[in-house]
Antibody, heavy 119, light 110 residues
Framework: QVQLVQSGAEVKKPGASVKVSCKASGYSFSNYGINWVRQAPGQGLEWLGWISAYNGNTNYAQKLQGRVTFTTHTSTRTAYMELRSLLSDDTAVYYC????????????WGQGTLVTVSS | EIVLTQSPGTLSLSPGERATFSCRASQSVSSSSLAWYQQKPGQAPRLLIYGASSRATGIPDRFRGSGSGTDFTLTISRLEPEDFAVYYCQHYGSSPPAFTFGPGTKVDFK
């Protein structure tokens, strides 16, 4: 069955960087893009961007442009999100999610990774 | 950029009642580009509806999506205890893939 398993919770200081991983199983990794979504405590869902697991093409949400980088490692079936210059406002649960098909909604989600930014 | 508005913010209902959620887009969107998700506390969202009216795999038929243009609706015909959650609408496009979520509607017990 399809599974996305994310790395564990992180605590970072303002200005630091964090890298969250998302390991996929149960499907052909290169055939589906991965999206990243975050949810601040008590808030709604915010889409951060998309990466093609086929060719590494990306589309980042405007808000995080320049601070975030998505990568994939096909041999290990793992997607990564790196967020730099962390702010307290970046405190959130970060999810990876597989697209149903190219550009389509997300049919499978990781369990979420809590990133806490605090001095 | 398309902005999605959801109303109401909270719905207070009882099991067995009908729930109706509204999602309004800031400009007309294709019906094939609107989805609905359910999220329970401490869990990742779950895809319910895509293409405005197509149920995702495993979603019971008490969930129905409809609408076009700027106004879309998710209806739960008879609320089950497990349906008390937050519901989000989402607009999506594919050139390149880009997504926007609405702010969500919470269903709680009356």
């Amino acid at each position: 069955q399809v599974q996305l398993v994310q790395s564990g919770a992180e605590v970072k200081k303002p200005g630091a960087s964090v890298k969250v991983s998302c390991k996929a199983s149960g499907y052909s990794f290169s055939n589906y893009g991965i999206n990243w979504v975050r949810q601040a405590p008590g808030q709604g869902l915010e889409w951060l961007g998309w990466i093609s697991a086929y060719n590494g093409n990306t589309n980042y949400a405007q808000k995080l442009q320049g601070r975030v980088t998505f990568t994939t490692h096909t041999s290990t079936r793992t997607a990564y999100m790196e967020l730099r210059s962390l702010l307290s406002d970046d405190t959130a649960v970060y999810y990876c999610a597989r697209e149903l098909s190219y550009g389509d909604p997300f049919d499978f989600w990781g369990q979420g990774t809590l990133v806490t930014v605090s001095s | 950029e398309i902005v999605l508005t959801q109303s109401p913010g909270t719905l207070s209902l009882s099991p067995g009642e009908r729930a109706t959620f509204s999602c309004r887009a800031s400009q007309s969107v294709s019906s094939s580009s609107l989805a609905w998700y359910q999220q329970k506390p401490g869990q990742a969202p779950r895809l319910l509806i895509y293409g405005a009216s197509s149920r995702a795999t495993g979603i019971p038929d008490r969930f129905r999506g409809s609408g076009s243009g700027t106004d879309f609706t998710l209806t739960i015909s008879r609320l089950e205890p497990e349906d008390f959650a937050v519901y989000y609408c989402q607009h999506y496009g594919s050139s390149p893939p880009a997504f926007t979520f609405g702010p969500g509607t919470k269903v709680d017990f009356k």
